[in-house]
C-alpha cells in the first residue's frame, strides 16, 4: 500500500508542478520548482527504500519529509493557494503515519491542523479589515481541519480494532497451541500405552506357543516311535515298508510345523516354482488318505485335462492341504466323505476346493477361522496357526482363500491361484526337493492305529 501510495503521489507532484507552470506562463518563482523537485525526489527515495524491504524507515521518511514540505509551502503560499492539491497531500500523509501507530497517526493530524490554521491566517492577513472574507477563509480553515480529524478519528477507530482482533487471534493460537501440546502429549502416551500392550500380547503368544507346540511336537514323536517300534517288532517286508512310510510322514509333518511357525513370525520368503496342481496332489494322495481313519471316504476329483500349472511353493501347498484335511478328519469323528477337487477357475485361475461332510462351523467360528491363534481345540490340542498360515500365504502369492460352510453341513476351504502358462519341463518330468510316494502306495491304506 505504502509503495502505490509513493507512486501516485511521486507522479503526481511534477505533473501538477508542470501544469502550473502552463497555466501561469512559466512565471513559478524558483522556490516552488526547487520544493517540488524536493518533494518528488523524497517520494521516489521512499519507494525505492519501500522496495529494499525497509518498510517503517521510508515510512517515517515519507511522513516527516512530506510534513516539512508542506510547512513550507503552507507557510509561503497560504491555503488558499493549495488549491485541488490540499487534500492529495494531506491524506497520503496519514496513510503513512498509519504505518507507524496510533502515536504518529495523531501527531500527524495535530502538526496537519497547525499547518491549515497557519495557511489560513495567511490567506486572512489581508482582509483583516473584511469581516465577511476573513470569516470565510476561518471557516475553509476549520473545515479542513474538522475533515482531517474526522479522517484520523475512523483511520484510529480501525487501527483499534485490527489490534483487538489481533490480540483476539494471537490469544487463540495460543490455547489452540496448548490444545496441540496437550493432544501430542496424548499421542505419545497412547504410542507408549499401545507399545506396551503390543509387547503384552506378543509374550502372551510366546506363552500360548510354548504351551502347545511342545504337546504338538510329543504327539509327532510319539507316531514316530511307535511306527518305528512296529516295524522293528515285526519280520513281514510289507509291514516294515508300512511302518516306515507312516513314520516318515509323522516326521515331514513335524517338520512342515517347525518350516510354518517360522514363515508366519519370521516372514521369511518362500521358494515358489511353476508347476501341475493336479500332478502335486495326485502325488500327495497317500499321505492325505493317512489323515483320515478308515470311516472316511476319500475322494480326488482332478481335471484330467490340460495341466494346471500354479506359480507357488509347492511344499506349502502340500502342507497347506494337509492342515485342512486334519481340520477335516477332526470335524468328522464319526466318519464321512472328503473331496479335494482340482479344476480351472476363469480364465487365469486355478481353483482348489476342499470339501468335507463334518460338523460345519456356525457365523461367529466361519469369520474368525482365519485369524492367528483362533481354534475351536482344546488349548493343548492346536494353536490355531494352521488357517492362519494358509491364508497368508495363499495371499501372498496373489491367491485368494475362502471358507463356505453352515453347522451340520459341512465346510467347503476354496482356494484360487494365478495360473501359469505352462509347465516347464522340469516340473512335468517330476523333479522336486522331497520325495514322492510311489503309484504302488496309492491303495495301500494304513490302519487305524497307525495314523498321524
Keep these: 500500500m505504502l509503495q502505490w501510495v509513493l507512486v501516485i503521489c511521486g507522479l503526481y507532484q511534477p505533473v501538477a508542478t508542470a501544469v502550473a507552470w502552463w497555466r501561469f506562463d512559466g512565471l513559478l518563482d524558483a522556490a516552488s520548482l526547487a520544493l517540488a523537485a524536493a518533494h518528488t525526489a523524497l517520494l521516489w527515495g521512499c519507494f525505492i527504500a519501500a522496495r529494499r524491504d525497509a518498510l517503517r524507515p521510508a515510512a517515517r521518511a515519507f511522513v516527516f519529509g512530506s510534513l516539512f514540505v508542506l510547512s513550507i509551502a503552507y507557510s509561503r503560499w497560504g491555503l488558499a493557494l493549495q488549491g485541488p492539491q490540499h487534500w492529495l497531500q ?14 504518529t497517526l495523531w501527531i500527524a493530524v495535530v502538526w496537519m491542523a497547525v499547518l491549515v490554521a497557519i495557511g489560513a491566517w495567511k490567506d486572512a ?3 483583516l479589515f473584511a469581516p465577511g472574507h476573513a470569516i470565510g477563509v476561518a471557516m475553509a ?54 507399545t506396551q500392550l503390543l509387547h503384552a500380547q506378543k509374550m502372551e503368544a510366546v506363552g500360548r506357543l510354548a504351551s502347545t507346540i511342545a504337546h504338538d511336537f510329543n504327539h509327532l514323536l510319539a507316531l514316530v516311535m511307535g511306527h518305528a517300534g512296529r516295524g522293528l517288532a515285526s519280520d513281514d517286508p510289507a509291514e516294515m515298508k508300512a511302518a516306515l512310510r507312516s513314520a516318515e510322514s509323522a516326521a515331514r509333518r513335524a517338520g512342515e510345523a517347525s518350516h510354518r511357525l517360522v514363515d508366519f513370525s519370521r516372514h521369511e520368503d518362500s521358494a515358489p ?4 496342481a493336479v500332478e502335486a496332489i495326485a502325488d500327495l494322495e497317500p499321505v492325505l488318505r493317512q489323515t483320515f481313519l478308515p470311516g472316511v471316504d476319500v475322494t480326488l476329483d482332478l481335471d484330467p485335462g490340460a495341466p494346471l500349472a500354479i506359480h507357488f511353493d509347492r511344499a506349502h501347498l502340500e502342507l497347506i492341504l494337509l492342515g485342512l484335511a486334519a481340520n477335516a ?22 481353483e482348489i476346493i476342499a470339501r468335507d461332510t463334518g ?7 466361519r469369520a474368525r477361522c482365519f485369524e492367528p491363534f483362533f481354534t475351536t481345540r482344546p488349548a493343548a490340542q492346536a494353536t490355531g496357526l494352521g488357517l492362519a ?8 502369492a496373489g491367491g485368494d482363500i475362502t471358507v463356505e460352510s453352515a453347522p451340520g453341513q459341512g465346510s467347503a476351504f476354496r482356494i484360487v491361484l494365478p495360473r501359469q502358462e505352462q509347465v516347464p519341463d522340469t516340473a512335468r518330468t517330476g523333479s522336486s526337493r522331497r520325495p514322492r510316494v510311489s503309484s504302488q ?4 491304506r494304513p490302519a487305524a492305529g497307525e495314523q498321524g
Excluded: C, K, N, W
Design 90 to 103: 494531506l491524506l497520503p500523509v496519514l496513510a503513512g503515519a498509519v504505518l507507524l501507530g496510533r502515536r
Design 329 to 350: 478328519q477332526q470335524a468328522m469323528p464319526d466318519g464321512g466323505q472328503f473331496t479335494l477337487s482340482v479344476a480351472a477357475y476363469a480364465l487365469d485361475r486355478v
Design 125 to 127: 492577513q489581508p482582509f
Design 273 to 276: 516354482e511353476a508347476f501341475d
Design 141 to 194: 480553515g476549520l473545515s479542513a481541519a474538522l475533515g482531517l480529524a474526522l479522517v484520523a478519528f475512523v483511520i484510529d477507530q480501525a487501527l483499534i480494532a485490527l489490534h483487538q482482533s489481533l490480540d483476539l487471534a494471537r490469544q487463540r493460537g495460543a490455547e489452540l497451541a496448548r490444545a496441540r501440546d496437550r493432544l501430542l502429549l496424548e499421542i505419545e502416551q497412547r504410542e507408549r500405552q499401545q
Design 359 to 365: 460338523r460345519g462351523m456356525d457365523a461367529t467360528t
Design 441 to 444: 502306495a496309492l491303495r495301500q
Design 389 to 396: 498360515v494358509a491364508a497368508h500365504l495363499v495371499r501372498e
